[in-house]
């Protein structure tokens, strides 16, 4: 059997990158982690981490693989979408329903698409 360790994510500036996410996320950076590193990893409370690692290739197409993100404690995922805006997201697809089902797809700064959804207390109330 084997288990996840670490989630990669290639981008072109790591340092700044994993720093938005670890504010987004409220997850701290790696104490050795420094501007300018070719990499750097989010601490996650368990595994797996998440690691930002350089690369000289841009993004082209959509991802293959992105992070699903819910509010958490009692924030709706329109409150979580608000403040991801906020925070430099950007709007890349909205697959909100009138029945409250569905996500938002956005983009971190570097343009991945990550998803927004209900967290279980909006999917739990209907």
């Known amino acids: ?8 994510v290639d981008c072109a500036d790591p340092y700044t990158l994993a720093t938005w996410w670890s504010e987004v996320l409220g997850v701290p950076l790696s104490d050795e982690d420094q501007p300018g ?24 197409v959509k991802n293959r693989l992105h992070f699903d993100v819910v509010a958490a404690g009692n924030g709706t995922r329109d409150q979580e979408t608000e403040r991801l805006l906020a925070h430099g997201a950007t709007l890349h697809e909205d697959h909100r329903r009138p029945d409250g089902t569905g996500w938002v797809t ?15 207390v909006e999917r739990a109330a209907g």
Not at 1 to 8: A, L, N, S
Not at 38 to 56: D, N
């Open 37 to 60: 590193d070719p990499e750097v990893m989010l601490m996650t409370p368990q595994e797996p981490h998440v690691l930002f690692i350089q690369v000289p290739d841009g993004k082209s």
């Open 1 to 8: 059997m084997i288990q996840i360790h670490t989630v990669t």
């Open 106 to 120: 956005l983009r971190d700064p570097e343009g991945n698409e990550f998803c927004v959804c209900r967290n279980q």
